[in-house]
């Protein structure tokens, strides 16, 4: 049964990633689009809505697709197979549905889901009108799908004469929509493996896959746009820009790509104001605190909708009110925005925010914890169980 096209934005983003929702969120944006006299008109008066070496988007296929369909006795009884092969039938239109969400002014359009959203969850830009892929189906359909999967990881540091294998062998996997934490005593591994998690350290065996990219193999300049689009990053030591301002620094991943100013500009306003920085963003970082900046940091890592974002130690600079401020943001983001946290940390407390925590030992992993329904309290009193059965609780 297809959901109510009545809820808001934030009803669908809370809830799983599942085919239901996916046939809903092309329900609304095809809605949408018909509903939009005006933006079809201007559209139909251009043969091609983009032309450029990779992509050409044919417009008046579009149109021919949408003018004959009952949109509520069409879509809406689709089974499964059907709306698959629908979806394929129309490839090059819905790229140019998700082209016409993408590049309109967010006040033009006022269904929009929240941070465009929609727009990726039909087509993403990478997919160049080719429709989706074999391989990129279960990101789309499957309802456990898994965005990033490690298979026997290691990484070795040193020569044959000396080496030292940090991680032996590890398999890991983090769903869409996960905040999964990172725990282990010094020396166990757990920061060498959120950086080969994150691509910032090469594996010396092994693969891993992001949301049906695998990366491990992939040259630097190939892993660097890999990076730009697809990953978010948070450290503890903020990593901001002094000579910039909150605004400016939270932009920079935006800098570097094709949106329009306006519409990064819009990006930076709901972010900002999600993250309580909006009334800072004039200021550099040298006028705020620790809690302002990483906050800042956050804003800077979810600004561009990564695939996947990386927390190093984010309170590990901070007192605790400004820690339990950041921490509630974060999972706020991860419920609203279902993003997708890997985050390392020695602190329970910090921990007990996640939906699941991964304990490492001697480059392996030893337990994990599962939140389930259990309360905040309950789930921080079995980590620091686990905890006391690991070892260790330094970074």
Request: proline share 3%; glycine share 8%; charged share 25%.
């Amino acid at each position: 049964m297809v959901m109510s096209m009545h809820l808001g934005a934030d009803d669908f983003i809370q809830k799983p990633f599942h085919f239901d929702v996916l046939i809903a969120k092309i329900q609304a944006t095809l809605r949408r689009i018909v509903s939009r006299e005006d933006l079809i008109r201007s559209l139909w008066d251009h043969e091609h809505f983009v032309s450029d070496n990779t992509l050409t988007v044919n417009v008046n296929r579009l149109r021919k697709k949408l003018e004959p369909l009952d949109l509520d006795g069409y879509i809406e009884t689709k089974e499964k197979d059907e709306m698959l092969a629908w979806i394929h039938e129309v490839k090059t239109p819905l790229t140019a549905l998700q082209l016409m969400i993408e590049r309109m002014p967010a006040d033009k359009l006022q269904g929009q889901m929240t941070r465009e959203q929609d727009g990726h969850i039909i087509l993403t830009i990478q997919d160049y009108g080719r429709g989706i892929e074999a391989h990129d189906l279960p990101r789309i359909f499957d309802k456990g799908f898994t965005s990033t999967q490690a298979k026997k990881i290691h990484k070795v540091y040193g020569n044959k004469l000396n080496k030292q294998e940090v991680l032996k062998g590890i398999d890991l996997g983090v769903s869409k929509g996960e905040f999964v934490g990172i725990m282990g005593p010094s020396g166990s591994g757990k920061t060498t493996l959120l950086n080969v998690l994150s691509s910032i350290d090469r594996v010396s065996q092994g693969t891993i896959d992001i949301e049906g990219q695998e990366f491990t193999g992939m040259k630097e300049k190939q892993l660097a746009e890999f990076r730009k689009h697809h990953l978010g990053f948070i450290f503890q030591d903020y990593n901001l820009l002094d000579t910039l301002t909150v605004k400016e620094n939270v932009l920079l991943p935006l800098s570097i790509t094709s949106i329009p100013k306006h519409e990064a500009h819009l990006k930076f306003e709901q972010i900002a104001r999600e993250l309580g920085i909006y009334e800072l963003k004039d200021k550099y970082p040298s006028e705020i605190s620790g809690g302002q900046k990483q906050r800042t940091s956050a804003a800077r890592a979810f600004v561009h909708d990564p695939s996947i974002i990386f927390a190093d130690e984010p309170t590990g600079a901070l007192d605790s009110k400004s820690a339990s401020d950041l921490l509630g943001k974060l999972s706020d983001m991860n419920t609203k925005h279902q993003a997708t946290i890997i985050m390392v940390t020695h602190d329970p407390f910090a921990a007990s925010y996640c939906s699941r925590v991964i304990f490492i030992r001697d480059g392996q992993i030893y337990t994990q914890l599962n939140k389930g329904d259990e309360s905040r309290q309950s789930f921080f009193n079995d980590i620091i169980k686990t905890q006391g059965v690991l070892g260790g609780v330094q970074p």
